[in-house]
């Protein structure tokens, strides 16, 4: 059995302390347990190291105290388990009053410049890490802001939380005061839901128009409201966004052509008049039946009032035209006939009949003037 020594006699903690009493000054510190590496400073526990198959290892570095407006570097650290690799990191406020990011989200160093506060005031950061194979690990930290400024915050009222359906047109009016003045105002979406795009985000009262979505969806709203000394308050809202009904098709009204019946050579109207019982926009398209009658250009065919010229023609014809209206996703449609007439020819006067029948050799009460055989069809010359 090999021999027991403890810390004092083993042999080689008894050959450095020997070497210690020949050189003092080269020795400074002897511990007879294995280095478990540098201690964390204070407040921080230290790296942590991600176990096999396990999530990222993360570390959102150490809690402080920091005055208000002043710059808070956060320092983080995030390790993979073996056999992996980091993919991403991103940090974001997840409590406290906003503060101001100065740099970018994804490295493991992040600045913040902490807003004024009226008390002492926590605010907290949450570190994301996700490796290659998609796994998620998280830390957060803490940074008490310390109120040294006498500033009274703005007072800021985003509204009531609101349920609105996919497709509405949606106003928020928020409240900014203060007891000096507020110099700007912003309304800003929380990063997580549908996108959306917000009409005078720089003003108390915004609009937008909410998106399809599949379910009932949360979007929430910040407005910030900044005062005369730099001071800051935000306050939130949230709109719950409900799918719409399904989707109607639209609806003819009415269609025709003004006149119904006309002569060769005359300009018809196509009109149409159409509604949708979602108040979806509708888009309109005229086009010509292809029923043997000849072409015609339509013009405005992508309105509700289209316009075509007819032809000079020797029989009279119907044109078919249809209407197609969409409201982008579903559409209807109408055919529309105008009737169109030969244009008549008025009976020759006695000066036209006396002249063409000098030209044609004819007698002025006879069907002279048109050439024999040129198959020509005039009105008659006579007397009444």
């Not at 605010?123 to 998620?136: C, K, M, Q, R, V």
């Not at 928020?172 to 917000?198: F, Q």
Request: glycine share 12%.
């Amino acid at each position: 059995m090999p021999p027991h020594h403890t810390h004092a006699t083993h042999p080689k903690i008894v050959t450095r302390l020997k070497r210690a009493e020949r050189h003092p000054r080269a020795v400074t510190h002897l511990t007879a347990h294995r280095n478990p590496g540098p201690a964390p400073p204070p407040g921080r526990r230290g790296p942590r190291v991600a176990a096999p198959g396990g999530p990222p290892g993360v570390d959102g570095g150490r809690a402080r105290r920091v005055d208000e407006g002043a710059p808070a570097p956060l320092n983080g650290a995030a390790t993979a388990p073996a056999g992996r690799s980091r993919r991403r990191l991103s940090w974001r406020q997840v409590d406290g009053p906003e503060a101001v990011v100065d740099g970018a989200r994804d490295q493991n160093r992040l600045t913040v410049v902490t807003p004024q506060v009226d008390a002492d005031t926590a605010l907290t950061f949450e570190l994301e890490a996700e490796d290659s194979s998609g796994a998620l690990g998280r830390d957060t930290v803490t940074v008490t802001v310390v109120d040294t400024f006498n500033n009274p915050l703005p007072t800021v009222d985003a509204g009531g939380d609101r349920t609105v359906t996919a497709g509405e047109r949606v106003m928020l009016n928020g409240a900014a005061r203060d007891d000096g003045a507020v110099v700007s105002v912003l309304w800003r979406v929380t990063p997580g839901g549908p996108a959306l795009t917000l009409e005078g985000d720089d003003r108390l009262q915004v609009a937008f128009t909410a998106p399809p979505v599949a379910g009932a969806t949360d979007v929430e709203l910040s407005l910030t409201a900044v005062d005369d000394q730099g001071g800051r308050a935000s306050d939130r809202v949230t709109v719950t966004i409900l799918p719409a009904p399904a989707n109607a098709a639209p609806r003819i009204d009415d269609a025709y052509a003004d006149p119904g019946v006309a002569s060769g050579g005359e300009t018809a109207r196509l009109l149409a008049l159409a509604s949708d019982p979602d108040n979806n926009p509708l888009q309109y398209r005229w086009t010509q039946r292809d029923d043997g009658a000849p072409a015609l250009a339509i013009d405005n065919a992508d309105t509700g009032d289209a316009k075509v010229t007819l032809p000079l023609l020797e029989e009279a014809t119907a044109f078919g035209f249809v209407v197609t209206v969409s409201d982008g996703e579903l559409e209807a449609s109408r055919t529309v006939t105008l009737q169109v007439t030969p244009r008549a020819q008025a009976s020759p006067g006695v000066f036209q009949c006396v002249l063409r029948a000098r030209a044609g050799g004819g007698p002025p009460g006879g069907r002279g003037g048109a050439p024999a055989g040129s198959g020509a069809s005039r009105p008659r010359c006579g007397l009444k």
